[in-house]
């Protein structure tokens, strides 16, 4: 795992059940160890199958139209060059379990897992840990965090702004 880069991910979805769900967004900033150096950015629109299924609010806070989405890639496509992206390093992300579940689906329904690390690491119970006592921290989210350790976030529920944001988290929380 310390010879692996780390790959922070960040996936939109329509919803938030991954048996009914669609991944519509994915995001990846890889970087190396130890020194935690940037080596690349990755990040595709995923074009739905199932718009019908979808939650509207959902849509709302990822800032879902069919104009944004018009150039949006098969979840085939968009999974064959995640795998390639994520080759050989461990996935990292805020509450990277939830983002696994809708993985783990896209990867039976494209034919083929990544060749990742067999861990993962997520994000949000360092911060727990690191910040439990600190006041001013209502919530343990991406956003309240980030605005805590002066990250800025960018456009928030979007993959590649959520992804380099968890990645400069992670990398202030090591400093801690």
């Not at 879902?64 to 968009?78: C, F, G, I, K, Q």
């Not at 494209?110 to 439990?132: M, S």
């Not at 006041?135 to 343990?140: D, K, M, N």
């Amino acid at each position: 795992m310390k010879k692996a880069n780390l790959t922070f991910i960040d996936l939109e979805m329509t919803g938030t059940d991954p048996g009914k769900h669609e991944i519509i967004e994915m995001a990846c900033v890889v970087v190396s160890q130890p020194d935690l150096s940037m080596i690349d950015t990755w990040e595709k629109k995923v074009k739905p199958q199932r718009i019908d299924l979808a939650e509207p609010d959902a849509l709302r806070i990822n800032n879902y139209s069919s104009n944004l989405w018009a150039d949006a890639v098969s979840l085939d496509e968009a999974m064959k060059e995640f795998r390639e992206v994520v080759k050989g390093s461990t996935i990292c992300g805020w509450n990277v379990y939830f983002d696994w579940l809708f993985l783990v689906k896209a990867f039976d329904i494209t034919g083929g897992w990544p060749e990742v690390h067999y861990h993962t690491l997520d994000v949000l119970p360092i911060a727990y840990a690191k910040l439990f006592d600190r006041t001013g921290i209502e919530r343990f989210s991406l956003g309240e965090i980030a605005a805590y350790l002066g990250v800025d976030r960018g456009k928030a529920h979007t993959a590649l702004p959520d992804a380099i944001a968890t990645f400069e988290v992670y990398k202030k929380l090591m400093q801690l």
